[in-house]
């Protein structure tokens, strides 16, 4: 087909004909939102670098599920920040922690409401690294332990999906023995099988209070320069028995998103991270970008390249404008 036979601009002229042949959709069913939790009482900070995100604590979280389940958004991912850090993360799998409190409120409080839980140890280790050190470096074996016990307990607490973000080897595999020892065979990991050494985490470390105190992670993250190695990562994953993928972050790896999506028939999760969330909402403050277009440009690109699911900040005013 050649123009004149074929005219592209046929099929664009209304909304209606556009609708029609439109190849990518969003819907609420599937974005996830991070929600911080922090200690104390009616605490709700803004996150300085995340306007419109918020540090909330334990007892705000039955209202912050309402407000999600009236706008279409059924899924939350939970980070926590501890009262105490120390060297080993302690907090990390204490009963009585945070995540495993606010995880308790969330499912007493509503129980239609998806409880995701990041396993990891900075937001818990006085270092702020994601493992246990031995001379000042993560020791991957000593902290398979540490993140299994983690996850057993967010799934105790009554997690619906445990997330390990940590990218230490043969987590998967450790965690999904953890739990089928312990009758948790059912519940779901989702893994962050490729996660970059990423500066767009910048503002999530305001967030979640978790900056390496020296050094940085790029002796367990990926190096944003590869990408074949994701293949090799996922694979990994997948064997080990992951249930859900993840690529982290999103925008400025769509090619992998795609990549993973051509290879594996898991589902696909893509992680929107804090600074790419950060750089719009910068952008739109100052007038300089419609923030609502690209936004909605953003997240469809994402579904575009072959996510399944989004993680977002941005869950709440995309769940809102798909209402409209
Ligand atoms: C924990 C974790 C991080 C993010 C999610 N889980 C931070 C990091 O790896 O430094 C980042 C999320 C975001 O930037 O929105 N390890």
């Known amino acids: 087909m050649v123009f ?63 407000e999600l389940l009236s706008i279409g958004v059924k899924s939350v991912m939970l980070f926590g ?36 839980t990041d396993v990891c140890l900075c937001e818990y280790t006085d ?8 001379n000042d470096e993560v020791d991957n074996d000593t902290t398979l332990e540490i993140l299994a016990k983690t996850a057993l307990s967010h799934a105790r607490a009554g997690a619906d ?10 987590r998967v595999a450790e965690i999904r023995a953890t739990l089928d020892e312990n009758n948790l ?15 767009f985490y910048g503002p999530f470390r305001d967030a979640a209070d978790s900056t390496p105190q020296f050094g940085d992670r790029r002796g ?24 859900v993928l993840m690529v982290k972050p999103a925008l400025a790896y769509l090619d992998i998103i795609s990549k993973l999506r051509d290879e594996f028939d898991l589902p696909l999760a893509a992680y929107h991270v804090s600074g ?9 403050a100052k007038g300089w970008i419609d923030g609502e277009r ?17 993680i977002t900040y941005f869950a709440k005013e995309m769940a809102r404008l798909l209402l409209k």
């Open 4 to 66: 004149p036979e074929y005219r592209p601009r046929r099929m664009r002229r209304n909304e209606a004909l556009r609708g029609l042949i439109r190849e990518t959709t969003l819907s609420a069913d599937q974005l996830i939102y991070p929600l911080f939790i922090v200690p104390g009482k009616k605490v709700k900070n803004e996150v300085r670098s995340m306007p419109g995100v918020y540090q909330i604590s334990v007892d705000q979280l039955a209202s912050e599920a309402k």
């Open 294 to 310: 690209v936004m909605q440009e953003t997240l469809l690109s994402i579904k575009r390249a072959g996510a399944d699911i989004i």
């Open 185 to 199: 065979e059912m519940i779901p990991i989702m893994s962050y099988a490729v996660k970059y050494a990423s500066a």
């Open 220 to 243: 367990y993250q990926m190096d944003p320069a590869n990408s074949r190695e994701a293949l090799r990562e996922a694979t990994l994953d997948v064997d080990e028995g992951a249930d």
């Open 81 to 116: 920040i501890p009262e105490k850090k120390d060297g080993v993360g302690s907090g990390a799998h204490d009963k009585d922690g945070i995540v495993q409190r606010a995880i308790r409120e969330l499912k007493n409080k509503s129980s239609e409401l998806l409880v995701i």
């Open 276 to 284: 790419e969330y950060a750089m719009i909402k910068a952008a739109a």
């Open 127 to 134: 270092h702020g690294h994601c493992g246990f050190l031995v």
């Open 161 to 170: 999906i445990v997330a390990p973000s940590d990218m230490m080897d043969g």
